[in-house]
């Protein structure tokens, strides 16, 4: 059995007994292998985004967590790979970092074959627009839209003036032209307002929790941010 034929295995040993645990001495003898090319075979795993983790005790081993776990997926090699090019056009805008952790998963939830064909056409295709950077400041943004804390923001606005910023965020939207915009409650206009998130230098979430306001309150300011007349800061 060759390496990549192993890690499917393992996945597919550990799924099957889940939520029971599995040691490295009882895998390295199924797989007929040493225990320490399990220990790096496991961690290989990890890395790539296989919810495995290590239970401790003397019945202890590897365990992996069937909850956060894909079982073999079907698609074939060209499906397989225009979803891996759809997730790579996320270049550096909000939510990359999970496009490209998704699409670790995606590759190592598909049998060995479709696998290695999906990676073989993938090498064969190739994006010539660049996406357009965004400032690190968009991860901030992330969490405290998930925490649903207040974020205090410096933006530079349309005529240039830098100001400091207190907003409730309210949706993320990725408008025309490839820019993408926080639609929230600005404190210091007392009103939505829409922020270009390449004219935020800085963002930091705060402990406030943010009053709820459903995304539909924000819903107004969406078709200009879409069809390119946004009302912008």
Known sequence: MNRTDRLYALVEELRAISPRARSARELAERFEVSARTVERDISALQQSGVPIYAETGRRGGYVLDKSRSLPPLNFTPEEAVAIAVALDRAGDSPFSTQARSAL????????????????????????LVEPEPYPRVSRVIEQALLHRRVLRISYTDSKGQATEREVEPGVFVGGRGGHWYLVGWCRSRRDVRVFRLDRISRAEETDEPSPERPPESFSPEVPGLVFGNPKLE
Not at 104 to 124: C, I, V
């Open 104 to 127: 670790r998963k995606l590759m190592a939830a598909m049998p060995d074959l479709d696998g290695d064909r999906a990676r073989e056409l993938a090498g064969r295709v190739r994006l």
